[in-house]
């Protein structure tokens, strides 16, 4: 995998350490501002569409491919 110049070097991604069972839950809304968790997001989405091997998308936002479902 080839590494992004844009991304977190390792040695600047905050670690914290617990014991186990003593894990905080999965809302992160009280530990972390809504822009750490929009950067979370972005980060996880571009290592995750990178393991797909496929070029990332050059089309604008408002071309992107959408399915609307309508609920009644």
């Known amino acids: 995998m080839n590494r992004d110049d844009t991304?977190?070097?390792r040695?600047?991604?905050p670690v914290r350490i617990y014991r186990l069972?003593?894990?905080?839950?999965?809302?992160?809304?009280a530990t972390t501002t809504t822009a750490e968790r929009?950067?979370?997001?972005a980060e996880l989405s571009t290592r995750m569409w990178?393991?797909?091997g496929l070029p990332f998308?050059?089309?604008?936002?408002?071309?992107?491919p959408v399915h609307v479902i309508r609920g009644s």
């Open 57 to 64: 998308p050059s089309y604008p936002r408002s071309e992107i």
């Open 50 to 52: 990178r393991l797909t």
């Open 11 to 13: 040695t600047d991604l």
């Open 38 to 41: 929009l950067a979370m997001v």
């Open 21 to 29: 069972g003593e894990e905080p839950g999965d809302d992160l809304s």
């Open 7 to 9: 991304a977190t070097p």
